[in-house]
């Protein structure tokens, strides 16, 4: 007990990063993880470094308490622990527990496997031998009271001093956590990682994983705030049982306290892969923060430009218009604006940016709208389409869209048919229903129209500073003569600069769902998790003993896709228009056989006869060229369309020299041969179909 106090003194922070130039650093991380001074002989087991880890106040104490840990001696305590097989040593117990806390635990394998005994009566007490100077005589001749129990835990055979040592520590954080104590270890990450392997090795149907993470909590080693310790311990026992939300949860904080994880004695133990990880995030982080503190500077001014949003001419003057104004207001509240260049927007300034732009995004959205366009129940109203520009925005900078993509539009005034009193031509003219109401009862319509279509019942909302001026800014807009663009779609530009910017804030304050502690912190946490955890879906915890050591996950089915119909379609208007001025004239189709037709051979297939009496010369007069309606009359009424007839089957209406047997007879101008297929051609010609582009022959033929 002297030895205890002499050196619970001996403390430092968890938390406390001593500002060292890397020579110094260097040195120290030497001497950190060199052995220590040569122990005494009691002490020559005793490793350097051994630590009690205080969660609660941060704050770690050397230990040298195995021989009998003042904090697991109870004075009520029924089993006691003895660290060394029965008969084997003279030394006595080092804990005493309460028997009850071993049952509530469920501690069954470690009361079968270390024999538990109930001891006779003895007339001495077990606090009197406590108390005595003989404490550490060992077992023989140690009374006890009668009915305890008392347990014998020895290190495994063959093994080493040091790993003795490590055994027994790791038994002592057993009973630590089955009483609600702090670790001892020297590394408090590979302490944890032991207590869960020795939960797994001690206990029966627990559900261990989950009693192991409550304690951790308890304790208050999972408050990662400003302490790299902390976080690199839960990270090393998070990767090691692959507890997929608790290392993204430490693997966050890792990333924002990059510059100070060196420091750590907990740096060590983590693995190279969890440590490259850390690295790309910090680097990605930066780069991103910076990119989006030039966005947020300019508010979106290359983001919104032509090149990615398609407005008219009056719009683009109101959004530029409605950009002056958060220029003008932030100017008011920080005193300048942009920031400096290269120093970029602070953690503060943009958390504050995020809760102002939050509250006008509440004051402003339409509750019912969704990311999903066949679910969103109010119909497109013309005109912009800020469903098509906001999905759009998204998917080209990988946001997740908001719940609630659409804002709120005013009613517009209802128009009426009204006849003039002049009537001229019977024509008829457009007036309001308000009949002869002045532009002022006009302006004032519409101003009641932009307050209906908000959301006012929070007033925290409507006390924001940004939402009072954006009220202001709206009513002068409305009041002035110089808009060009209607109330609606005034609203409609504005909403898509107020979710761009409240976009770009998310996605450099939110941290990522698993992490819990977000409050309180002086860097940022909004990482990227793409890519982690470093390990496969499979558990390394065995079937019976994995618990929630593996989160599950689960696929979301794949949704119906829906097309998305903007109210005007600019895109399809200019694809049909480029379809109609590009089309082409059909070419002919040409056929990949041509018959040779020799005079009185025939086509070299079929037998051809040369009737006598039929001439095969050429008349002396060429035949006028036959129209495709003569054609289709005189070839009509063919049955079998050969190319060849009988020489006495003559036809009054066909032209001639087609009346013999041979093709190219007397009736083909010039001596040229007739297609053998010209009767179904003109057959299809007369069925409206277009001889010339299906008929090369045809062609041929006429134009002789």
């Not at 941290?511 to 793409?530: F, I, K, M, N, W």
Request: aromatic share 8%.
């Amino acid at each position: 007990m002297e030895r205890n106090g002499s050196v619970a003194g001996r403390t430092r922070s968890l938390c406390r990063t001593p500002s060292l130039s890397s020579s110094r650093l260097s040195a120290l991380r030497q001497r950190s993880f060199s052995p220590s001074p040569a122990p005494s002989k009691r002490d020559s087991y005793l490793p350097a470094n051994v630590r009690r880890w205080d969660g609660t106040s941060r704050v770690t104490t050397q230990w040298d308490g195995l021989r009998r840990d003042p904090e697991l001696w109870h004075p009520d305590g029924d089993c006691v622990v003895h660290l060394y097989g029965r008969g084997v040593s003279r030394r006595g117990p080092s804990f005493r527990v309460p028997f009850s806390a071993i049952r509530a635990a469920r501690c069954g394998p470690l009361l079968e496997r270390y024999s538990a005994q109930t001891l006779p009566e003895s007339p001495e007490s077990l606090d009197s031998a406590g108390s005595s100077n003989s404490s550490d005589s060992g077992y023989f001749g140690y009374p006890a009271r009668p009915d305890k129990c008392e347990l014998y835990v020895p290190a495994p055979p063959k093994c080493s001093r040091e790993e003795a040592f490590a055994y027994h520590l790791n038994t002592r954080n057993f009973f630590a956590w089955m009483l609600g104590k702090p670790i001892v270890a020297t590394h408090l990450g590979r302490g944890m990682a032991d207590l869960l392997d020795r939960m797994n090795l001690f206990r029966d149907t627990a559900d261990n994983v989950q009693d192991f993470l409550e304690y951790i909590d308890a304790q208050q080693y999972s408050s990662f705030r400003e302490c790299p310790d902390l976080a690199l311990a839960s990270l090393y026992v998070s990767e090691r049982f692959m507890l997929k939300d608790r290392w993204i949860d430490a693997f966050a904080h890792c990333v924002g306290l990059n510059d100070r994880l060196i420091c750590s004695s907990e740096f060590e133990p983590v693995s190279r892969v969890s440590k490259s990880l850390i690295t790309r995030a910090k680097l990605e982080m930066d780069i991103r923060m910076g990119r989006c503190s030039e966005q947020l500077s300019s508010f979106l001014d290359d983001e919104l430009s032509k090149s990615h949003l398609g407005l008219g001419k009056g719009a683009r003057a109101h959004l530029d218009r409605f950009r002056s104004f958060l220029h003008s207001f932030y100017v008011a509240k920080f005193g300048y604006w942009p920031p400096v260049e290269g120093s970029g927007l602070s953690k503060e300034t943009c958390g504050s940016m995020y809760v102002e732009f939050r509250n006008l995004y509440d004051y402003l959205v339409d509750p019912e709208s969704t990311p999903y366009w066949e679910d969103n129940l109010r119909p497109p109203t013309g005109g912009l389409c800020v469903y098509q520009n906001v999905i759009a925005f998204d998917q080209r900078h990988r946001y997740t869209s908001l719940p609630h993509p659409l804002p709120l539009l005013p009613e517009e005034m209802v128009r009426c048919l009204v006849p003039s009193r002049k009537r001229s031509m019977g024509s008829v003219r457009f007036s309001r229903c308000l009949g002869k109401a002045a532009k002022a009862d006009r302006k004032s319509y519409t101003l009641a129209a932009l307050s209906g279509a908000t959301n006012v019942k929070s007033m925290e909302t409507l006390s924001d500073p940004l939402v009072r001026a954006y009220m202001r800014f709206e009513r002068e807009c409305t009041l002035e003569e110089e808009e060009k663009v209607t109330a609606a779609d005034a609203r409609k530009v504005r909403w898509l600069l107020i979710y761009g910017v409240l976009q770009t804030l998310i996605s450099v304050t939110s941290a990522p769902p698993e992490v819990r502690h977000t409050d309180g912190v002086s860097y940022p946490l909004c990482c990227q998790t793409a890519g982690t955890p470093p390990w496969q879906s499979e558990s390394r915890l065995p079937p019976s003993k994995r618990g929630s050591a593996v989160s599950e996950i689960t696929v979301p089915e794949a949704g119906p896709k829906y097309e998305i119909q903007p109210d005007v379609d600019y895109f399809a208007f200019k694809t049909s228009v480029t379809a109609n001025m590009s089309v082409r004239h059909p070419q002919p189709r040409r056929s990949g056989f041509h018959e040779i037709l020799i005079h009185g051979y025939g086509n070299g297939l079929m037998d051809a006869e040369v009737q006598p009496g039929t001439s095969i010369s050429a008349p002396s007069t060429p035949e006028p060229r036959a129209s495709t309606q003569q054609l289709t009359s005189r070839w009509s009424g063919s049955s079998d369309g050969s190319a060849f007839s009988s020489a006495s089957s003559t036809s009054d209406d066909g032209p001639p020299g087609l009346s013999g047997s041979v093709s190219g007879s007397e009736g083909s101008p010039g001596g040229a041969e007739t297609p053998r297929h010209l009767p179904e051609l003109a057959a299809g010609a007369a069925k409206g179909e277009d001889p010339w582009a299906s008929a090369p022959e045809l062609q041929r033929y006429l134009m002789v």
